[in-house]
């Protein structure tokens, strides 16, 4: 027996909503943590009040606000 055209429909979009990454838990990453464990990583190496963790520190913090603004790096035109 054939369901009905739009019950398919729905099922297929049903689907398609439950593969997005934003969907999945398992895709869904904590990147303060992340963030903390590469500053974590560097201590014993550079000194937590050098310009070079320093500039670590924001530049992390700039990549993960561009993450989750979702936005686009701007493309050199070349």
Not at 12 to 25: K, L, S
């Amino acid at each position: 027996m054939q369901q009905p055209p739009e019950e398919l429909i729905e099922q297929a979009r049903q689907a398609i909503e439950g593969d997005r990454p934003e969907n999945r838990p398992e895709t869904r990453l904590d990147y303060q943590t992340i963030r903390d464990g590469i500053l974590r990583s560097l201590r014993g190496k550079v000194a937590t009040s050098s310009p070079q963790y320093r500039s670590v520190t924001k530049a992390l913090d700039r990549f993960i606000a561009e993450i989750q603004a979702g936005a686009n790096p701007p493309q050199k035109n070349e």
